[in-house]
């Protein structure tokens, strides 16, 4: 069994900078298509970036130029970086990931989850 260990998060005012990171101990998972999710209060989950087995890069259009989603291989791990944050993006962000398996992007679902993390950015 995959697990996704998440870390970072936190309180941060407008305009802050903040970075998730999602880490497995799966020797392959540098070869895992990997995306994070966020559910605000009164929301549906939304993805919100992703990078897929080939390191393609996708974000939704309200992050777009603010998150870079990224891959650390040394510590096999997969980032996000918020900056120039405000309070729409306070969330709860989960990161989720996928084996190379045939499947095609986009996915309709992940088979490994995180445990959330929650981002709260105040004005």
């Known amino acids: 069994q995959v697990q996704l260990v998440q870390s970072g998060g936190g309180l941060v005012q407008a305009g802050g900078s903040l970075r998730l990171s999602c880490a497995s101990s799966?020797?392959?998972?540098?070869?895992?298509?990997v995306a994070w999710f966020r559910q605000a209060p009164g929301k549906e989950r939304e993805i919100v970036a992703a990078?897929?087995?080939?390191?393609?890069?996708f974000y939704v259009d309200s992050v777009k130029g603010r998150f870079t989603i990224s891959r650390d291989n040394a510590k096999n791990a997969v980032n996000l970086q918020m900056n120039s944050l405000n309070t729409k993006d306070t969330a709860v962000y989960y990161c989720?990931?996928?084996?190379?398996?045939?499947?095609?992007?986009?996915?309709?679902?992940?088979?490994?989850w995180g445990q959330g993390t929650r981002v709260t950015v105040s004005s």
């Open positions: 989720a990931a996928h084996p190379f398996d045939g499947s095609r992007w986009p996915l309709k679902e992940f088979d490994y």
């Open positions: 799966e020797p392959t998972f540098s070869g895992f298509a």
């Open positions: 990078i897929e087995w080939y390191d393609n890069t």
